[in-house]
């Protein structure tokens, strides 16, 4: 379902906090440039500036009537986060609006609100962890309840919200004393994000063809108080490689191919350009169907199933054009419709249906998370 990708020579900056200096302000824009001692600037879009920062500048007026050059001033220095690497030749973006993740909640030390996962479908689990939430944090901070947090007791999601709020207080710590721009928070390293994010009762096995690696991972479950998830992790020794086993370097390969196989015969293509993801759905060779209008439903529901598989796997984001194959019932496309909102209700990055246009397009969004597996694999110099 989902490929992730680390290079040794690509550090992951993504999550990580420092102390920088603002060196431009542009108003046309309404953005800035800040050095954090990187080999690119942060992008920091005005809607990204914490109220924080508002109120401690004594500014009173809405965010949209004024311009950042009054918020902002070059040379300054501020607390910031890396919310998404940079893409391409653009710049990586930042965010003094901080969050700190844990095993249970996110932490948002600038931020007064209360979340939780969309994940959490049971309401008294909910309204437990709420009750729990709001006991815990300050009026001035907030907190997300994480999917993980389901079921956990009242000492476990007390001892992860300490270990957030100590974290914070060092951040702050360090960055009242030393040079700038530098480094205040490394986050978590790729395998360290997998285990802690994804590692839940759902998940039956990790499977670790390493035995260096192997030992860290049940390293850091016990520094993360996981250690019932100890027993899921298996150490691969088999003389043929893990990927060839699992049949994943083909699975790699296919993430390449424009053309996507659907079981009855038919089949999407797949375009990426800089602006938008174009998705064909075609009907192919399936000849299960005397009924001209059954075999185009049925493709139809096969690539609306399909799909959300495709972006999640390939790591498309932004906005994505669909052309379904035409139909004239509207039943029968409100059935491939539904299809095809079950499927990204399951993605974990927000996935949504906006809209079917008057040409008969689908359109889709959802949530960029950086470059796509593409770019990114390219960016690498990487051939699978």
Do not use: C
């Amino acid at each position: 379902m989902e490929i992730y990708y680390g290079h040794p020579a690509q550090e992951k900056i993504v999550g990580n906090i420092y102390h920088g200096r603002v060196e431009d302000v542009l108003p046309g824009l309404g953005s800035a440039f800040i050095d954090i001692g990187e080999k690119q600037s942060l992008f920091l879009s005005q809607s990204e500036i914490s109220e924080v920062i508002l109120e401690k500048k004594k500014i009173k007026a809405q965010r949209s009537t004024i311009s950042i050059d009054k918020i902002l001033r070059r040379g300054e220095t501020l607390i910031i986060q890396v919310r998404r690497g940079g893409i391409g030749t653009k710049n990586p973006q930042g965010t003094t609006k901080i969050s700190l993740p844990g095993r249970f909640w996110v932490f948002l030390p600038t931020d007064d609100r209360l979340g939780v996962s969309r994940r959490i479908v049971d309401e008294k689990e909910e309204r437990r962890l709420r009750k729990i939430a709001q006991s815990l944090k300050q009026s001035s901070e907030g907190l997300i309840i994480r999917t993980a947090a389901q079921q956990a007791s009242r000492d476990d999601l007390e001892r992860d919200y300490r270990f957030l709020t100590s974290t914070w207080q060092g951040i702050e710590e360090t960055a009242a004393s030393g040079s700038v721009p530098r480094l205040l928070y490394r986050g978590m390293g790729l395998i360290q994000s997998i285990l802690r994010d994804r590692l839940l009762p759902d998940v039956s096995e990790v499977v670790v063809d390493s035995a260096r690696l192997y030992e860290k991972i049940l390293q850091f479950l016990n520094y993360m108080k996981m250690d019932e998830y100890a027993e899921n992790i298996r150490l691969y020794e088999g003389k043929v490689s893990l990927f060839e086993m699992y049949d994943v370097e083909r699975q790699i390969q296919q993430t390449f191919s424009r053309r996507v196989d659907l079981k009855g015969g038919g089949y999407l293509t797949i375009d990426e350009t800089e602006a938008l993801t174009a998705i064909d759905v075609n009907t192919g060779g399936d000849v299960r169907y005397r009924n001209q209008a059954a075999a185009i439903l049925n493709a139809n529901i096969e690539a609306a199933e399909e799909i959300p598989r495709q972006l999640q796997l390939r790591k498309i984001s932004g906005i994505i054009i669909v052309d379904f194959v035409d139909v004239e019932n509207e039943s029968d496309m409100n059935k491939v419709i539904t299809r095809l909102r079950e499927g990204l209700n399951r993605d974990r990055m927000p996935a949504n249906y906006i809209d079917t246009t008057a040409l008969g397009l689908v359109e889709i969004t959802r949530k960029r998370e950086g470059e796509s597996l593409a770019d990114m694999l390219e960016h690498a110099d990487f051939k699978a």
